[in-house]
Nanobody
Framework: HVQLVESGGGSVRAGQSLRLSCEAS????????MAWFRQAPGKEREGIAR????????YYADSVKGRFTISQDNAKNTVYLQMDSLKSEDTALYAC????????WGQGTQVTVS
């Protein structure tokens, strides 16, 4: 069965960087869509970045555009989220998803920016 495992979260100061990883297993299709969502306490869940692993096409929410970069390593079935110039408002639980309708979710990794 499909599993997604995120890693790389932590606590950093504003202006610093973090890189999140999401490793997928149990995938039978070599071309798929993976995305990162985040949710802060008291706020709605927000889709912030998406990549089509076949074409490499990407999408970013305005809130992270120019600061975050989504990338992939197809050989490792892993998607990364490079987060630069972090702000306090980026504090949230970050989760990756698989599939165009986000059918599969990881458990999430906490990012705290102070």
């Amino acid at each position: 069965h499909v599993q997604l495992v995120e890693s790389g979260g932590g606590s950093v100061r504003a202006g610093q960087s973090l890189r999140l990883s999401c490793e997928a297993s149990g995938i039978t299709n070599s071309q798929f869509c993976m995305a990162w969502f985040r949710q802060a306490p008291g706020k709605e869940r927000e889709g912030i970045a998406r990549i089509a692993t076949g074409s490499g096409n990407t999408y970013y929410a305005d809130s992270v555009k120019g600061r975050f970069t989504i990338s992939q390593d197809n050989a490792k079935n892993t998607v990364y989220l490079q987060m630069d110039s972090l702000k306090s408002e980026d504090t949230a639980l970050y989760a990756c998803t698989l599939g165009p309708m986000a059918a599969y979710w990881g458990q999430g990794t906490q990012v705290t920016v102070s």
